[in-house]
């Protein structure tokens, strides 16, 4: 069963338990008032005959007693008991009077009616609680009778003034009866017209509910045959969709998961087309060393032979072409990875990091002069990747700078500059310095992969922080890395505390030094 159906069916069994719930109390208030109506009349009756027991009382229920003599039984006293007339005069209330042995006095069977009794009257029944009545244990009370298959509602109390007998009041059920068949017919047929309703609104409000469900369905199904990621769920103007407002509050949750899957197609597309470029990039910029290497090697094989000096200049081209093959291979790596364990994030300091940074940049064979001013700080990250960012920078800016100039790197609350005095950034170079294998024209005839700067980037993205690159104002470059760092009191006190030291050169396995040395920063 879809959950289409399943929804209608749900919603149809809960509309029906709320008719079939309410006609049942529609039933038994209506019940109640007519039988409450029925029970009121009666005891009115009843009343009114114990009172009309007086000699020639008129109005109600009049009781007719006899001439005789005050020690006469019961059955010479009361001769015989007359019931009121409705508006047309009809009689719709029967008596009966009863003494404490079960014996009806009144109305009398037709054989012993001798012409005054009542023989066409119905006969009421006599329970041992209508003899309890008349014998004054038993209270006043209503009973369901039936009489020639009649059903009839019986109130049965004490006659006053005269102990030892009971009055029985009855009335008919029949038009109480048929009322409440016809309340029951109408009824059944309102709920069953209702469930049948509530089934179809049911279809009809769980397809519309569901319908972002099948275009996820839908939408789910159609990547997962194409591979296709620029597929979107219409949400609609009333969902939060386009066009309409997207506040986190808006919208029901089905509206939610279909925008909550927008937005991981989203990302997912834009993985996707990250890792693709990446591909088409590498693929296009490992083409020529691997040829130049190749043929190399293919000229290094010739059976003809080449002169020493040749081979051995064939040769270094090869390490050397080697070497850059490595360095690009480990920037391509660095790159694929988008996100890092939460095992190897810790507290860094971040000063001395770069400390350590610019000590290997000052060995290098024609380095510039670092002039450093860094702030204890501390933030939280991955040492070997940030440390890799830090050696990108210096290596940029060591590679634009010209022999003896100066290279400022400075550490403010968390931020790290680097200014060079190199020929400076182009203006139509400085929204592309961060991309990845983008080479200025004055870089492409030097050595590097255009990924140092790129890595610079994403460490900077993945810890939180941001690397932005500007033309400094009396010329060269200046980069800079800001990330969330906390700072410290001061240089001495920072160097005391008890934190983690940064990794020790070897730990970059040189990668450090063959960072980005294509990206100009000045």
Do not use: C
């Amino acid at each position: 069963m879809t959950l289409r159906r399943r929804l209608a069916l749900v919603a149809a069994a809960a509309v029906a338990v709320a008719i079939v719930l309410a006609s049942g109390i529609v039933y038994v208030v209506v019940r109640g008032e007519l039988r409450g109506t029925v029970d009121d009349d009666l005891q009115q009756a009843g009343h009114t005959a114990d009172i009309a027991r007086i000699p020639l009382a008129s109005g109600g229920l009049r009781m007719f007693v006899s001439g005789a003599g005050a020690g006469a039984g019961p059955e010479a006293r009361v001769r015989r008991l007359l019931a009121p007339r409705d508006a047309l005069g009809l009689q719709t209330t029967y008596l009966a009077l009863v003494d404490d042995s079960g014996a009806r006095v009144l109305p009398r069977d037709e054989a012993d009616a001798g012409g005054d009794g009542a023989p066409d009257e119905p006969q009421l029944p006599v329970t041992a609680a209508t003899r309890a009545v008349a014998a004054g244990t038993h209270g006043p009370f209503f009973a369901d009778a039936r009489v020639d298959d009649t059903a009839v509602r019986v109130y049965t109390m004490p006659l006053r003034g005269l102990p030892g007998f009971a009055i029985q009041v009855a009335r008919p059920l029949t038009e109480v009866d048929r009322t409440l068949d016809r309340l029951a017919l109408v009824l059944a047929l309102v709920s069953a017209a209702g469930i049948a309703l509530a089934a179809g609104l049911g279809l009809v409000v769980a397809r519309t509910a569901l319908r972002p469900v099948r275009q996820l369905t839908s939408a789910v199904e159609h990547v997962g045959e194409t591979g296709d990621l620029s597929r979107r769920i219409d949400l609609g103007p009333s969902a939060g969709g386009r066009g309409g407002r997207t506040g986190e509050n808006e919208g029901d949750e089905i509206a939610r998961l279909a925008r909550s899957f927008n937005a991981m197609l989203g990302a997912l597309e834009a993985s996707v087309g990250r890792q693709r470029q990446l591909v088409a990039d590498a693929s296009h910029e490992l083409r020529t060393p691997l040829t130049s290497v190749r043929t190399n090697i293919e000229v290094l094989a010739l059976p003809a032979g080449l002169p020493e000096e040749e081979r051995s200049r064939l040769l270094a081209d090869v390490v050397e072409q080697l070497d850059e093959l490595g360095a690009l291979v480990g920037d391509l790596v660095e790159l694929a990875r988008e996100e890092e364990s939460a095992v190897a994030v810790e507290d860094v300091r971040i000063d001395l990091l770069v400390e350590e940074a610019v000590t290997r940049a000052r060995r290098r064979p024609g380095a510039p002069v670092f002039a450093t001013e860094l702030e204890p700080s501390i933030v939280r990250g991955v040492p070997a990747r940030l440390d890799r960012a830090i050696a990108n920078l210096l290596d940029n800016a060591a590679k634009w700078s010209p022999i003896g100039a100066e290279v400022t790197v400075t550490l403010r609350g968390g931020e790290l500059a680097v200014r060079d005095r190199g020929p400076g950034i182009a203006a139509a170079d400085l929204p592309h310095v961060f991309e990845r294998f983008y080479r200025a024209p004055a870089a492409r005839g030097m050595p590097g992969s255009g990924l140092g700067l790129a890595i610079v980037r994403q460490v900077a993205e993945l810890h939180g922080g941001t690397a932005t690159a500007h033309a400094a104002p009396d010329g060269g470059a200046l980069l800079r890395l800001a990330l969330p760092a906390e700072v410290m009191p001061t240089r001495s006190a920072a160097r005391d505390m008890s934190l983690p030291e940064p990794l020790a050169p070897a730990a970059n396995d040189g990668r450090a030094a063959g960072g980005d040395t294509s990206m100009p920063a000045g």
